[in-house]
């Protein structure tokens, strides 16, 4: 098990920036794929933003064009650099390791609220 420490989150208003970052305890952040999620109040967890081992990324539709995914494989962090936030990007942020079957790793989630 790999453990993943989030931090970066807080209260920003709406048009403001945050960045997130989620460091992995072990060096299989190197060749794992990593992922950013997201969970508001009553709703059901989805996938933010997603970077494979090899650097390729994936966005939702909700946030492309204004969040940016990437990672640091020598501090083994990936960080999600989030601009123009709106008030419906509030909500608690995951950070996920994952590779093959025998890692699928959760931090313990930072909060993210924006204010109109």
């Known amino acids: 098990q790999v453990q993943l420490v989030e931090s970066g989150g807080g209260l920003v208003q709406a048009g403001g920036s945050l960045r997130l970052s989620c460091a992995a305890s072990?060096?299989?952040?190197?060749?794992?794929?990593m992922g950013w999620y997201r969970q508001a109040p009553g709703k059901q967890r989805e996938v933010v933003a997603t970077?494979?081992?090899?650097?390729?990324?994936n966005y939702a539709d909700s946030v492309k064009g204004r969040f940016t995914i990437s990672r640091d494989n020598g501090k083994f962090t990936v960080y999600l650099q989030m601009n123009s936030l709106k008030p419906e990007d509030t909500a608690v942020y995951y950070c996920?390791?994952?590779?093959?079957?025998?890692?699928?790793?959760w931090g313990q989630g930072t909060q993210v609220t924006v204010s109109s």
């Open positions: 996920n390791l994952r590779r093959g079957t025998t890692y699928d790793d």
């Open positions: 970077i494979t081992s090899r650097g390729s990324t």
């Open positions: 072990g060096s299989i952040f190197r060749i794992s794929d």
